[in-house]
């Protein structure tokens, strides 16, 4: 059994940019096999968090650890995938083509997939209603549509890390809630540590786990509980 307790450790960390400083001077321990909301005001740095744990952009300072492995050792497709709100210009490529960009890495020297890596995306294309439209293109999809595509890409992928920035922005009441229920299957299920940025009260306060927040300059992890206290600061 694994003794692993922290899926990412932020160790004295600074983030931002030339002279102005996001994040300052923080540490932090983000448990494995939790489902963690990420809130801060906009323009506090969560997106730019995200892209320093995904390796896009360099700390000024301190250190990140994912699965007890320093991140500059770390193959981030291995360990982590991750949920952007923008589109993206995918001309020609279908929803099954774009959800199989998850599997890459297992497919052979012709590009193909085994059949196994086949029944599993077409398991996340179920779980998240998209096996009509799996021959669709994408670029005719909805903004709902395509948000949907790129979360079952990222599921597929089956890393034990998942980021999340913003997931059900273009998803209505009742995707959110089936989507909310997917994260906990996921993390009850599968033990994997997913953290979402979000404003959507009702998934930060009925939903998560714990909640990572970043406040004047400084990452906190806390109880869900706490975001009523934060809104009203």
Known sequence: ??????????????????????????????????????????????????????????????????????????????????????????????VMDVVSMGKHKLAN????????????????????????????????????QFQKVMIAKALVQETPIILMDEPTAFLDVKQKNEFYKLLKVLVREQNKTIIVSTHDQIFIQEKCDELLVIDNKKLLLTSPSYFQEFILS
């Open 1 to 94: 059994m694994s003794t692993l307790k922290y899926a990412i450790s932020l160790k004295n960390i600074e983030l931002g940019f030339k002279n102005y400083s996001l994040i300052s001077d923080s540490s932090v321990d983000i448990p494995k096999g939790k489902l963690i909301g990420l809130v801060g005001l906009n323009g506090t740095g969560k997106t730019t968090l995200f892209k320093a744990i995904l390796k896009e952009v360099q700390l000024s300072k301190g250190e990140i650890i994912i699965n007890n492995l320093n991140l500059e050792s770390v193959a981030i497709e291995e360990h982590i995938s991750v949920v952007y709100t923008h589109r993206f210009r995918a001309f020609g490529l279908t």
């Open 109 to 144: 020297w012709k590009g193909e997939l085994s059949s196994t890596d086949i029944g599993e995306v077409m398991k996340y294309l179920s779980y998240l209603g998209l096996e009509e439209i799996k021959n669709q293109k994408i670029n005719t999809l909805s903004d709902g």
